[in-house]
């Protein structure tokens, strides 16, 4: 263990600026993924935010009597789907729309008796946040005798559906692409680091080392640079993240467990990079 | 101790080694000759199994090129080995250039400088431990390579042409170096063009040309070489 910690902090320590060039090479290939990935967040979250407004209303025949909503409110929230419930009186609706529509203040104020009728409001849990799940729960809804209509804009669910579905598979094929630009260029970056060293791989294995033996150092020198590169990587990224929330919009960044799977991933991609180019170079020669 | 039987190794450019057999005994000291492009180098390179033979079997002290694999780091770590070009890592210092090839091994560390320090004595650069291979001459280089390959007392120091970038004194200091590594029980094969080295001892002597042995002095009586014309 001493030894290999020797070896690595040497092979450092004798090519500073190559070691150097790695990290920071690691760390802007890194910097491309987790910007596209604060794009992927912030999206995400946007989408969430309207998703949040997908709501099931349904709308009471006048005099339902107040014990057979609750009951009805208790076995609506058992629904899989339901987040949430609310009874909106008659009057508490009035309320709210003199509250929400100030234009028309003056055809509320010639009422003469509350034309709003009282409903329901049902919030789904996010993953049934969609059209389909919102018209189960709404055929649902109509089958009490008491009610009278639902609604969800389903138009507007379902175009949030597509919207939701573009952006994942955008999403996708624009991250696989960005993930294996960034593995190619980290590979690329390791293998280099390799042939620099061939000349002592030689040696190494002239003198009976095992290929074990050679390969340790060069698979923690990866780790170690692929570790950095991400800590790098991320400290760009909060940069970047930084001038856009003062300057543009406001952004969200990446939590503590996001940003720390960040730096684990270019741990691993460095690892793993280091692992086929030695693995590679040690079949060669 | 080291067997060809039968040995052929061909490359798509040709053959570098036809039919080649002989049997170096242990503590031999035996050079292999020829021109240039005869095969010795390539022999050298099957005796430490650089190369697997394209037929044949070649045998080195219980290791069996057919195996080879796995066996390969073990063996060796048996044998020594010096080149022509020294091949030193530039970035460490004499004595750091021997103590890798011990490392390498796993040995423990308290018995590695002692262990450095005693075969550096042996070739006489126990002063220049401390420097690196640039600021050594041709000689001192090859001197610390041929400690490296001591230092795991191997049973065999194989030299590929040690002293072909070495001026008259510094190979005269070389080969003096390797008779006295054999006169104390290494076997030493060394491969070399240098017919007035090979004349100079009475040593067993092949003879390689265009791939195929010509001369073997042990199938002739015993040593030959130093005794005249092979």
Same mark, same amino acid.
């Given at each position: 263990?001493?030894?290999?910690? !020797?070896?690595?902090?040497?092979?450092?320590? !004798?090519?500073?600026?190559?070691?150097?060039?790695?990290?920071?090479?690691?760390?802007?290939?890194?910097?491309?993924?987790?910007?596209?990935?604060?794009?992927?967040?912030?999206?995400?979250?946007?989408?969430?935010?309207?998703?949040?407004?997908?709501?099931?209303?349904?709308?009471?025949?006048?005099?339902?009597?107040?014990?057979?909503?609750?009951?009805?409110?208790?076995?609506?929230?058992?629904?899989?789907?339901?987040?949430?419930?609310?009874?909106?009186?008659?009057?508490?609706?009035?309320?709210?729309?003199?509250?929400?529509?100030?234009?028309?203040?003056?055809?509320?104020?010639?009422?003469?008796?509350?034309?709003?009728?009282?409903?329901?409001?049902?919030?789904?849990?996010?993953?049934?946040?969609?059209?389909?799940?919102?018209?189960?729960?709404?055929? !649902?809804?109509?089958?009490?005798?008491?009610?009278?209509?639902?609604?969800?804009?389903?138009?507007?669910?379902?175009?949030?559906?597509?919207?939701?579905?573009?952006?994942?598979?955008?999403?996708?094929?624009?991250?696989?692409?960005?993930?294996?630009?960034?593995?190619?260029?980290?590979?690329?970056?390791?293998?280099?680091?390799?042939?620099?060293?061939?000349?002592?791989?030689?040696?190494?294995?002239?003198?009976?080392?095992?290929?074990?033996?050679? !390969?340790?150092?060069?698979?923690?020198?990866?780790?170690?640079?692929?570790?950095?590169?991400?800590?790098?990587?991320?400290?760009?990224?909060?940069?970047?993240?930084?001038?856009?929330?003062?300057?543009?919009?406001?952004?969200?960044?990446?939590?503590?467990?996001?940003?720390?799977?960040?730096?684990?991933?270019?741990?691993?991609?460095?690892?793993?990079?280091?692992?086929?180019?030695?693995?590679?170079?040690?079949?060669?020669? | 101790?080291?067997?060809?039987?039968?040995?052929?190794?061909?490359?798509?450019?040709?053959?570098?080694?036809?039919?080649?057999?002989?049997?170096?005994?242990?503590?031999?000291?035996?050079?292999?000759?020829?021109?240039?492009?005869?095969?010795?180098?390539?022999?050298?390179?099957?005796?430490?199994?650089?190369?697997?033979?394209?037929? $044949?079997?070649?045998?080195?002290?219980?290791?069996?090129?057919?195996?080879? $694999?796995?066996?390969?780091?073990?063996?060796?770590?048996?044998?020594?080995?010096?080149?022509?070009?020294?091949?030193?890592?530039?970035?460490?210092?004499a004595?750091?250039?021997?103590?890798?090839?011990?490392?390498?091994?796993?040995?423990?560390?308290?018995?590695?400088?002692?262990?450095?320090?005693?075969?550096?004595?042996?070739v006489g650069l126990?002063?220049k431990?401390?420097q690196?291979p640039?600021e050594l001459s041709g000689g001192e280089q090859q001197r610390v390579?041929?400690?490296?390959?001591?230092?795991?007392?191997?049973?065999?120091?194989?030299?590929?042409?040690?002293? $072909?970038?070495?001026?008259?004194?510094a190979?005269?200091?070389?080969?003096?170096?390797?008779?006295?590594?054999? +006169?104390?029980?290494?076997?030493?094969?060394?491969?070399?063009?240098?017919?007035?080295?090979?004349?100079?001892?009475?040593?067993?002597?092949?003879?390689?040309?265009?791939? +195929?042995?010509?001369?073997?002095?042990?199938?002739? $009586?015993?040593?030959?070489?130093?005794?005249?014309?092979?």
């Amino acid at each position: 263990m001493r030894l290999l910690l !020797r070896e690595t902090a040497l092979a450092f320590r !004798r090519a500073p600026l190559p070691s150097a060039l790695s990290v920071v090479t690691i760390a802007f290939s890194l910097f491309v993924i987790g910007l596209y990935g604060l794009v992927t967040v912030n999206i995400h979250d946007a989408i969430g935010s309207v998703a949040r407004r997908v709501e099931v209303v349904a709308y009471l025949q006048r005099g339902t009597p107040v014990e057979t909503v609750e009951t009805a409110m208790a076995d609506v929230q058992a629904f899989p789907e339901v987040e949430s419930v609310r009874h909106v009186s008659s009057a508490q609706a009035l309320a709210r729309a003199q509250r929400e529509l100030p234009e028309f203040q003056s055809i509320f104020q010639d009422l003469e008796a509350n034309p709003l009728p009282a409903s329901l409001e049902v919030r789904l849990k996010p993953r049934y946040r969609d059209a389909a799940s919102a018209a189960a729960v709404a055929d !649902r809804l109509r089958s009490f005798s008491f009610v009278d209509d639902v609604r969800f804009g389903g138009d507007w669910v379902a175009k949030l559906d597509r919207l939701r579905t573009i952006a994942g598979a955008v999403g996708a094929v624009i991250g696989a692409a960005f993930a294996l630009v960034g593995i190619m260029i980290i590979g690329t970056t390791i293998r280099m680091a390799v042939l620099h060293r061939r000349e002592e791989i030689t040696i190494m294995r002239l003198v009976g080392a095992t290929d074990g033996f050679i !390969r340790r150092p060069f698979l923690l020198e990866g780790l170690i640079k692929g570790l950095l590169g991400g800590a790098l990587a991320l400290g760009l990224c909060y940069g970047a993240w930084a001038l856009v929330n003062t300057y543009l919009l406001r952004a969200a960044f990446f939590t503590g467990a996001e940003a720390a799977a960040g730096i684990a991933a270019g741990g691993l991609l460095g690892l793993g990079g280091s692992l086929f180019s030695i693995g590679r170079h040690l079949r060669s020669v | 101790m080291i067997k060809f039987i039968h040995v052929t190794k061909e490359y798509p450019k040709g053959a570098a080694l036809v039919d080649v057999s002989f049997h170096i005994l242990k503590g031999e000291f035996c050079f292999v000759t020829g021109h240039s492009g005869a095969g010795k180098s390539t022999a050298l390179r099957l005796i430490y199994m650089a190369e697997r033979p394209t037929s $044949g079997d070649v045998r080195v002290s219980g290791f069996v090129s057919a195996r080879g $694999g796995r066996d390969i780091p073990r063996l060796r770590r048996r044998l020594g080995i010096v080149f022509q070009d020294f091949r030193l890592l530039q970035e460490r210092t004499a004595e750091e250039n021997v103590a890798f090839a011990l490392e390498v091994t796993g040995a423990r560390r308290s018995t590695v400088g002692p262990r450095v320090m005693r075969v550096l004595t042996q070739v006489g650069l126990a002063g220049k431990a401390r420097q690196y291979p640039r600021e050594l001459s041709g000689g001192e280089q090859q001197r610390v390579a041929i400690a490296r390959a001591l230092v795991n007392d191997p049973i065999v120091l194989l030299a590929d042409e040690p002293t $072909g970038n070495l001026d008259e004194r510094a190979t005269r200091g070389i080969f003096q170096l390797l008779r006295d590594i054999n +006169a104390s029980g290494t076997a030493v094969i060394l491969a070399t063009h240098d017919l007035d080295l090979v004349r100079s001892v009475p040593a067993h002597l092949i003879e390689l040309q265009h791939g +195929a042995v010509v001369y073997d002095s042990a199938e002739d $009586g015993g040593p030959a070489a130093g005794e005249g014309e092979p």
